[in-house]
């Protein structure tokens, strides 16, 4: 939600409200805008809430609205990037070995494209609010406006993949075993999130793909007995928006 119109100052918060009276109990300043949905992680007997915003920054907060540590995601020093913001406008994901992906749509040029952090084993630096994940964990990948959210599964082989649409009209996928992105061309551009599932019931994953031609493309997956770790638009059919990982 964004804010300051009667103040003067323009700010964007995260607000926490309780569910029985509507009350605030907390409201996290995010700095710069909001333009997707935040996240409840689980892990254990933990839980944190991933929020991206649309100036590079992806934070996971505890549950009291405290900052546990932040991503940064600012377009990497040099050249041709010179260090620009990163607009967020998706949903981040993060797969079941913690690598979390999230794509940039600022500048409608090669400075967007798609992020990928490893944060299984990754170090944080920082203290408080300036606590933020080491930036040698990450990668961009130059692939002009992302805005769609991605989804997990066994696309095209058994390890955990990750595909994404971008609005240009290529179809990303990041084998995270491998750690290797595959780029496939498209009819037409996309910004909606994929559905990956089995729509059929034949044992086998379609990828499905809303696109700017106006035309919904099914496209069947060869993997068998493949899995789906997130398949959909805030996760499930319930819009809960909630990762459970190991």
């Not at 300051?4 to 907390?26: M, R």
């Not at 290797?180 to 994953?205: H, N, V």
Request: hydrophobic share 35%; charged share 25%.
């Amino acid at each position: 939600m964004e804010d300051g119109e009667n103040s003067g100052v323009n700010e964007s918060h995260l607000y926490a409200l309780d569910g029985k009276n509507g009350k605030t109990i907390w409201d996290f300043n995010l700095g710069s805008g909001l333009k997707s949905s935040p996240v409840i992680v689980r892990k254990a007997k933990r839980t944190a809430i991933m929020v991206a915003t649309t100036y590079s920054w992806v934070y996971m907060l505890g549950l009291d609205g405290k900052t546990l540590y932040g991503v940064d995601f600012q377009l990497p020093d040099k050249e041709p990037y010179y260090g620009g913001i990163s607009g967020l406008y998706g949903t981040p994901i993060i797969t079941p070995n913690e690598t979390m992906v999230v794509g940039s749509s600022w500048w409608s040029s090669e400075h967007d494209g798609l992020w990928i952090a490893h944060l299984l084993k990754a170090k944080l630096e920082g203290e408080g609010i300036y606590r933020s994940v080491e930036k040698n964990v990450r990668k961009f990948y130059a692939a002009n406006r992302v805005s769609a959210s991605g989804v997990v599964g066994n696309i095209t082989n058994k390890n955990w993949q990750i595909a994404i649409p971008t609005e240009k009209g290529e179809l990303l996928i990041y084998d995270e075993k491998v750690r290797s992105l595959e780029r496939l061309k498209m009819p037409s551009g996309a910004e909606c999130t994929p559905f990956l599932g089995d729509i059929d019931g034949d044992k086998k994953l379609e990828l499905l793909i809303a696109s700017y031609d106006g035309y919904l493309y099914c496209y069947e997956l060869s993997v068998k007995k493949a899995k789906v770790f997130i398949g959909q638009f805030r996760q499930n059919n319930t819009n809960q928006a909630e990762i459970r990982l190991k």
